[in-house]
């Protein structure tokens, strides 16, 4: 019998839920640092945040934060639960609706089992199962990763070649006359490289690490000038029987380079482009006539790793800054800059005689449309550029309604970019073209893998844990009302229906008095020794001196309680013979095997294939 008396107190500050409170606003702290953390990775390199010495990825980062919070709101919620669940049971409920209320809250099979009504247990383990599975991905979401390209703070970017022009013997070497022979070794290479689209490399300084650097560099290069005009064509009155008016030639790229020993001439290199647009067989051609003269020019390029990419030219870019001033001697206007001598058959070398041959090869060529008959053209081309800049399909070959394409800006472009290598090749191959050309007003970039934020992913994940919150909120309703630190443990409540073995502590007691009165006690479970198998004379309760029954039912618990009464003098006769019928039954049910637990020295094992009542 107890000995333990508490009292049942609704105290305002005692009761209060301080850990589910304290839980709230551990969320809310999380709700914040997930926000910093989402704010402060947005647009920052992955290989850099938060510090380059220690980059953590996002994704772990809100990974922990997520659990954490989620693992608070557990907390919270199962103190939510106590606080409802004891007050259900203060107001009165049936057996099985508490016993469905208590397991929704740990049992996921209880979830899916039918209740007979709905329960405000039932919906906040729904809401909490649907929170703590969500939540998580969607806040994953909300940091992704992408390409970024990162400004920097201008740099000093040191080139080490020179803006001077290029040797006179740089390019090609003629074995007869004038006329080309072969490509001097440097040239050559440069030569291969472009063909093969190798990546420039370029002698610098200033531009460390990954970034790209977009700089203007001046170099030896060409100001080039074009004059466009039309010409009149007509293929359908050609006449079949007169050879100088039964063909007319529709796409043709020739070049012009020193046909005499001036300067004029080899420090230029002009081309020539005709080119029929339109399909039309009465219409005009487009010939277009271009110089290119020697100049120091800008290149605007971006540098990284130690190579160079040159920006192409545009039609009407200007990057000329000034032209090359030819000298003349007293030979006329022969400019010793531009080629040596020779003997006068072989020998003569010059600056620009390879630059000339590369262009050719690539570009010079021709198609002439001829009418042999009546009937269709013949169709003669040279050169694989009237292939290239065909822009018509097969079904119109042979016909007046070929078309082709302008190759003015290739052209010109890849005499640019031969001109650009030639001038890094050289300052390789010669050291007195290293001059530094320090360049201050260079911007540095990068492009990198950064972390992109999507801030409403934060939003639909917070909006989660705060409906998780409101149904916690509800479910602490009526904290007031409760007058101990209840809890939902199995020991509790099995004191509260009646448990014998837990009697000894106040039935107001918490979890901790119980077992600070009964916790060394040692029980087991197992099949019920009887009393009159261990010896002992059995009785139900101890004897008043009126000799009722006493009752140790002045407790608080999920049973009815009725008052001990002294039976009057003249109704001794018949309580006595209750109290033997019952003794009798007593007797006749401790017979019975039954399971449960009870003192160790009271209890046997469950003996396997008996029938147990």
């Not at 040191?158 to 006329?179: I, K």
């Not at 300084?205 to 080039?224: A, H, Y």
């Not at 009725?562 to 003249?570: L, M």
Request: net charge negative; with cysteine; proline share 4%.
């Amino acid at each position: 019998m107890s000995t333990q008396v508490l009292a049942w107190e609704c105290h305002h500050w005692k009761r209060f839920p301080w850990l589910a409170s304290c839980a709230f606003i551990a969320v809310l702290v999380l709700f914040a640092a997930m926000g910093v953390v989402l704010h402060t990775s947005n647009n920052q390199e992955v290989s850099s945040w938060p510090s380059n010495e220690r980059p953590v990825p996002v994704s772990v980062i809100l990974a922990i934060l997520v659990n954490v919070a989620n693992l608070c709101l557990a907390v919270a919620l199962s103190q939510g639960y106590t606080v409802s669940w004891w007050q259900e049971a203060l107001k009165g409920a049936e057996l099985s609706r508490l016993q469905f209320d208590l397991s929704v809250q740990h049992s996921f099979s209880a979830i899916l089992q039918s209740s007979r009504a709905f329960s405000k247990f039932l919906l906040a383990a729904l809401i909490a199962i649907v929170v703590s599975v969500a939540d998580g991905p969607i806040l994953q979401r909300a940091s992704t990763t992408g390409l970024l390209t990162l400004s920097q703070t201008s740099t000093n970017v040191t080139v080490f070649v020179s803006p001077e022009l290029l040797p006179a013997n740089f390019s090609s070497w003629s074995g007869v006359a004038d006329e080309l022979s072969l490509l001097t070794p440097v040239f050559s290479n440069v030569s291969k490289a472009y063909a093969s689209h190798d990546d420039i490399t370029l002698p610098y300084s200033g531009c460390d690490g990954t970034g790209f650097c977009n700089l203007t560099m001046t170099g030896p290069g060409f100001d080039t000038f074009c004059n466009e005009s039309s010409v009149p064509y007509d293929y359908l009155h050609l006449s079949a029987a007169i050879p100088e008016h039964n063909n007319i030639t529709a796409f043709q790229i020739d070049f012009q380079f020193g046909a005499h020993r001036t300067a004029a001439e080899y420090g230029t290199v002009n081309f020539t482009v005709l080119y029929k647009p339109d399909p039309a067989c009465i219409g005009q051609f487009v010939r277009r006539w271009c110089s290119m003269r020697l100049a120091t020019v800008k290149y605007p390029i971006t540098i990284s790793n130690g190579t160079a990419v040159l920006e192409p030219w545009e039609r009407l870019q200007n990057e000329t800054i000034e032209l090359t001033r030819l000298d003349t001697t007293s030979r006329g206007d022969i400019d010793p800059a531009l080629y040596t001598l020779g003997t006068a058959f072989r020998g003569l070398e010059s600056m620009l005689g390879g630059f000339v041959h590369v262009s050719k090869s690539l570009y010079e060529s021709s198609a002439n449309l001829r009418l042999p008959s009546k009937e269709s053209f013949l169709v003669n081309a040279t050169g694989q550029a009237a292939s290239d800049y065909l822009s018509s399909n097969i079904s119109s070959y042979g016909n007046c309604t070929m078309t082709w394409d302008d190759p003015t800006v290739d052209i010109i472009n890849t005499a640019r970019e031969l001109m650009f290598r030639s001038a890094i090749a050289n300052s390789f191959a010669n050291s007195s073209y290293r001059t530094p050309q320090h360049l201050p007003a260079t911007t540095s970039t990068r492009v990198v893998t950064a972390y992109k934020t999507r801030f409403e992913y934060l939003g639909i994940s917070i909006a989660l844990m705060i409906l998780e919150i409101a149904v916690i909120l509800f479910l602490l309703q009526g904290w007031r009302g409760l007058g101990r630190d209840a809890s939902l443990d199995a020991f509790e409540i099995g004191k509260a229906l009646g448990a014998p073995l837990l009697q000894e502590a106040s039935s107001n007691a918490a979890v901790g008095d119980i077992l600070e009165s009964s916790g060394r006690r040692r029980i087991r479970y197992g099949e019920i020794v009887p009393g009159e198998a261990r010896g002992e004379e059995w009785s139900a309760h101890p004897q008043s001196s009126s000799g009722a029954f006493a009752r140790a039912d002045n407790s608080v618990g999920f049973r009815e309680v009725a008052d001990d009464k002294v039976a009057p003098a003249g109704e001794q006769v018949r309580e006595t013979h209750e109290k033997e019928t019952f003794l009798e039954n007593k007797s006749s049910a401790s017979a019975k095997p039954r399971l449960g637990f009870g003192d160790a020295e009271n209890v046997r094992s469950v003996t396997p294939g008996k029938l147990y009542y």
